[in-house]
């Protein structure tokens, strides 16, 4: 069974704090994804990494980043937090072993951050 | 650059049916994929066309038209568990060839008793 894990469910951190959430799959997927989802805007791209090391710009990554170090493990880095961060964040991974793999994400079950 | 349009909230009676439209603009095409996601959890991928026509699964089927650029979603037989919100998105051929996708805003169905 497919299986894509997150650090923390929810995490509560206070302004200016640099923030690690962790992301770990474990189906030997190339592509790896970081959403933020909030209500009203759907979900939206931060960054992703298509190979270890390997690592691209999404929609907003403004005050993130990234490291993939190991073909299992995406990390997302809020290096100074700000309420405006305050939000549901998910991973995804899918493979590129042919055109539908490439499309079919699998998701983490969230985490949601709160920057007081 | 690339758009997805879908309605934002659909209603039906347990037992019916539901056609979730999604009209897509890209410059590029690979395929139109569909996304469920309950309250408080994660999107889970449901479907996926990459090629003209309706693709079923159990009591849900998915049709894509590229000449239309047109897809929709159809729930049968709906259950209560089906009060979810549903995704549609694509891939955009001419900016990503790795599997980065597009996500519309995402439409909520809501089924009544």
């Known amino acids: 069974d497919v299986k894509v894990t997150q650090s923390s469910r929810y995490l509560v951190k206070r302004t200016g704090e640099k923030v690690f959430l962790e992301c770990v799959q474990d189906m030997d997927h190339e592509n790896m994804f970081w959403y933020r989802q909030d209500p009203g805007l759907g979900l939206r791209l931060i960054y992703f990494?298509?190979?270890?090391?390997?690592?691209e710009k999404g929609d907003i990554p403004e005050g993130y980043s990234v490291s993939r170090e190991k073909k299992e493990r995406f990390s997302l880095i809020l290096e100074s937090a700000s309420t405006n961060q305050t939000s549901m964040y998910l991973c995804a991974s899918s493979s590129r072993r042919d055109r539908k793999s490439t499309e079919t994400q699998y998701f983490g079950p969230g985490t949601r951050l709160l920057v007081l | 650059g690339q758009s997805l349009e879908q309605p934002s909230e659909v209603t039906a009676v347990e037992g019916a049916i539901v056609q979730i439209n999604c009209t897509y603009q890209t410059s590029g095409f690979y395929g139109l994929s569909w996304y469920q996601q309950h309250d408080g959890g994660a999107p889970t991928f449901l479907s996926y066309n990459g090629l003209d026509g309706l693709e079923e699964t159990g009591r849900f089927s998915s049709f894509l038209s590229r000449s239309d650029s047109y897809g929709y979603l159809l729930l049968q037989e709906l259950q209560m568990k089906d009060s979810a919100s549903y995704f549609c998105?694509?891939?955009?051929?001419?900016?990503?060839?790795?599997?980065?996708?597009?996500f519309g805003a995402g439409t909520q169905v809501v089924v009544t008793p």
């Open positions: 998105a694509v891939r955009d051929r001419t900016t990503d060839s790795w599997g980065k996708l597009q």
């Open positions: 990494s298509y190979d270890v090391k390997m690592k």
